[in-house]
């Protein structure tokens, strides 16, 4: 009996399993395994829905064994340590484990840049646990901060900075917005907008660089027009609690701070031998396999193809990249056990799709530009149909349907406890009177 293993329940782990499953089902000499140490397939494009709570956090992950569904692979919940290429073996917490054939597909983590401080006082935003961690942070300092009685101290705890304008940054800090300023500011008494500070900070003269400047400009406009600052030219330097770094000149003094400037491979991928790009990511040949290893493929977010001059293609690290590495790497994976010629990865954009919060976003697709409410229109339609299956369609839909007509939950999972920052802050013994407003 041969055995396939695939490491990783992403896009593309997913993704190969599935094709391999299909195509070794009639081939019962071989076994296939799955490995993952999240028992689900994470859809990261909505995760900035659930830091602003709009959608709930089950309802864009999807059980494993649910995908799985009557086919015959194995899955094993398990942490991987090292691959050891030269022996076909992987060192996984439960002990190690043997393959024939191997697929790669392990994702990437954050990359900090080395910023001194940076990983001890940002929050990362990279997974299902840091989108909840970052919502409850939100809504305990908004607790705190809602019976502050130090005017300065308040606008402090609700001040919100995102270090990276990429698209995660953008629709994170855009969902924050909305959230802060059509819920919070509406039903905590003691919030007003006024007081909350949401800032976005980029290194170069521009956010969304890649996207068309028209939809790029738009997306500056509409950004500033939403009471978002963005500080441009402005590169990190250095993190410490509360605040940043800039330029080494200012700071900027935050309560919360979320980093996503950028991203590398994951570790254990750059431990691998071979080549491996600036970020980290395996070199593989244009059929996805690591030199000297063909019986080894890397998909994904680990992987950076070469197309048929050898040269890196520079294909960026998204879902869509993703998934055609997994159909790539599995095909090719039966191609070489049936002794067939093997099929050539190629980048194709897919285009791009940037929500900037209520009923705008920024669409660049087959040579068209969109903004406006078709193009969130049409970026919910997109995002819904590319969720995994009709359950989750479905819970997300309701979510969205929900949130036009009832307020967001603003519930806080965890109990109240001392907070350094608001005991620092204010006198805790006295209660803020509330903000008058017209409407409550
Ligand atoms: C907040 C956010 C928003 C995004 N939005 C978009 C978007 O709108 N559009 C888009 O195209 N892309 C988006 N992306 C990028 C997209 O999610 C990635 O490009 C894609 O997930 C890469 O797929 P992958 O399979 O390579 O890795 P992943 O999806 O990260 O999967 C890696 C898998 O490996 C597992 N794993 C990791 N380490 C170990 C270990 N040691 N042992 C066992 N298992 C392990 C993980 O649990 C996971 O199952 C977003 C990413 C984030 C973080």
């Not at 340590?81 to 597909?105: E, M």
């Not at 900075?161 to 940054?169: F, I, L, Q």
């Not at 049409?378 to 989750?392: D, M, S, T």
Request: proline share 3%; with cysteine.
């Amino acid at each position: 009996m041969k055995r396939i293993v695939v490491l990783g329940s992403g896009f593309a782990g997913m993704q190969a399993v599935i094709d391999l499953e299909r195509l070794f089902r009639k081939a019962p000499g071989y076994e296939i395994l799955l490995i993952s140490d999240q028992n689900y397939v994470l859809f990261t494009p909505l995760l900035p829905q659930i830091a602003s709570s709009q959608i709930d956090p089950r309802h864009i992950a999807q059980a494993v064994r649910d995908v799985r569904g009557h086919r015959r692979f194995r899955f094993l919940r398990d942490t991987v340590r090292t691959i050891d290429l030269a022996n076909r073996r992987i060192d996984a917490a439960s002990g190690p484990i043997a393959y024939d054939s191997l697929v790669i597909a392990l994702g990437s983590r954050t990359n900090y840049f080395g910023v001194p401080g940076a990983r001890e006082h940002t929050y990362d935003f990279k997974s299902l646990e840091d989108s909840i961690a970052l919502r409850e942070r939100v809504l305990d300092l908004c607790e705190h901060a809602d019976h502050i009685t130090d005017e300065n101290a308040r606008r402090g705890l609700l001040t919100f900075a995102v270090v990276g304008g990429g698209y995660t940054g953008v629709e994170l800090l855009t969902d924050l917005r909305d959230f802060l300023f059509d819920y919070i500011a509406r039903h905590f008494r003691g919030i007003s907008r006024n007081t909350i500070r949401l800032v976005l900070v980029e290194a170069s003269d521009s956010i969304l660089n890649g996207i068309h400047p028209l939809l790029r400009a738009h997306a500056m406009k509409r950004l500033k027009a939403e009471g978002i600052e963005i500080l441009y030219n402005s590169r990190v330097t250095r993190c410490f609690e509360g605040g940043i770094e800039i330029n080494q000149k200012e700071n900027l003094q935050a309560a919360t701070i979320v980093w996503t400037a950028g991203v590398r491979a994951h570790e254990i991928v750059e431990a691998l031998p071979g080549a491996h790009d600036r970020a980290g990511r395996a070199q593989v040949n244009e059929y996805l396999q690591m030199e000297n290893f063909p019986e080894v493929f890397v998909a994904g977010d680990s992987a950076v193809a070469s197309s048929a001059a050898g040269l890196p293609e520079n294909a960026p690290q998204v879902a869509p990249v993703a998934i055609a590495h997994g159909k790539i790497a599995a095909r090719n994976l039966a191609h070489r056990e049936r002794n067939e010629p093997l099929e050539s990865y190629r980048y194709v954009s897919q285009g791009m799709l940037v929500s900037l919060g209520a009923r705008d976003a920024v669409v660049s697709v087959g040579g068209i530009q969109i903004h406006g409410s078709f193009a969130w229109l049409f970026w919910n339609a997109v995002h819904l149909y590319k969720l995994v299956n009709l359950k989750k369609q479905f819970q997300v839909a309701v979510d969205w349907s929900l949130g036009t007509i009832f307020p967001r939950d603003a519930v806080l999972f965890r109990r109240s406890g001392a907070c350094k920052l608001c005991a620092a802050a204010s006198n805790a013994s006295a209660i803020a009177p509330e903000v008058k407003r017209t409407t409550v």
